[in-house]
């Protein structure tokens, strides 16, 4: 690759980033030093039809 398709490449890159963060994260918290709970506390409950399929599954 060129130099000139690398720096394209990079500003498409750069040009997708997120810019800014509208919902909590977790897992980008972590790396920082702080643990936010609320966004996976209480834990979703699944639907019922789907922890039919799962007992299904581990018989």
């Known amino acids: ?7 394209r490449a990079k500003a498409v890159a750069e040009s997708a980033r997120e ?4 919902n909590p994260s977790f897992a980008k918290d972590l790396p920082l030093g702080s ?3 609320d ?10 039809k789907d922890v ?3 007992e299904a599954f581990g018989k």
């Open 1 to 7: 690759m060129d130099r000139a398709s690398a720096e």
């Open 52 to 54: 039919q399929k799962g």
């Open 35 to 37: 643990q936010r709970l």
């Open 19 to 22: 810019q800014e963060w509208t």
């Open 39 to 48: 966004p996976i506390h209480p834990f979703p409950q699944p639907r019922p």
